[in-house]
């Protein structure tokens, strides 16, 4: 079982629709969680991180986290070409005495004009 | 903007062949990592570092080698690069924090012939 599961896509929306990007976790331990955004050939920058159940809003990005269902997920509202990218999120444990970092391979978003 | 960097940006080298992938950071990280991509594929941590002097390998099995003997400086070695090898490689640094992101260098993308 992977750490991190994510939808490949690739999700596609027209521009200026609501994108709903979704991930589960296996460890209930983990502990905070990132959403990354990486657009092709280029290296992941951070969207948004949460640690709480709820959610947490910044800008046109909102992200949900609900621990006992091990889920986290992304709102992009207004979505725009440039959102077209792919999503990643990121699951932060403890591992080993170490706070590690796990990755899901990413749900391509594609927003059409 | 993160102050991460890694060099070569894309490297094309011939089988046999020793070859250092760099990464420096300014930020003053303890944490630092080494991800391997390929394309379409998630995130494999393949190495990480503590601190000064400490190192450790990943989840992902690699034949590559890593130091740290500066905080800044995290260099990757690979002694006898093989077509296997080529990937994407990522560097990455992180405040020691639990909910500390990880920030990102933009990356080698490494091509072994």
């Known amino acids: 079982q992977k750490e991190v599961e994510q939808n490949s896509g690739p999700l596609s929306v027209p521009e200026g629709a609501i994108a709903s990007l979704n991930c589960t976790y296996s460890?209930?331990?983990?502990?905070?969680f990132f959403w990354y955004r990486q657009y092709s050939g280029k290296s992941p920058e951070l969207i948004m991180s949460?640690?709480?159940?709820g959610d947490k809003e910044d800008g046109r990005f909102t992200a949900q986290l609900n621990k006992a269902s091990q889920y986290v997920s992304l709102l992009i509202r207004d979505s725009q070409p440039s959102d077209s990218a792919t999503y990643l999120c990121?699951?932060?444990?403890?591992?080993?005495?170490?706070?590690?970092?796990?990755f899901g391979s990413g749900t391509k978003l594609n927003v059409k004009p | 903007e993160a102050d991460i960097y890694q060099t070569p940006r894309y490297l094309v080298i011939g089988t046999g062949k020793k070859i250092t992938l760099e990464c420096s950071q300014t930020?003053?990280?303890?944490?630092m990592y080494w991800y391997q991509q390929d394309p379409g594929m998630e995130l494999h941590l393949i190495h990480y570092?503590?601190?000064?002097?400490?190192?450790e390998k990943g989840d992902l099995s690699s034949e590559s080698t890593v130091s740290r003997i500066r905080t800044e400086h995290f260099p990757l070695t690979l002694e006898s690069a093989r077509p296997s090898h080529t990937s994407q490689y990522l560097c990455?640094?992180?405040?020691?924090?639990?909910?500390?992101?990880?920030?990102f260098g933009q990356g080698t993308r490494l091509t072994v012939v």
């Open positions: 570092s503590y601190g000064v002097n400490s190192t």
């Open positions: 990121a699951v932060k444990r403890r591992r080993d005495n170490f706070n590690k970092f796990y």
């Open positions: 460890d209930r331990v983990s502990q905070s």
């Open positions: 930020m003053g990280h303890d944490k």
């Open positions: 990455a640094s992180s405040e020691p924090l639990q909910n500390a992101e990880a920030f």
């Open positions: 949460i640690y709480s159940n």
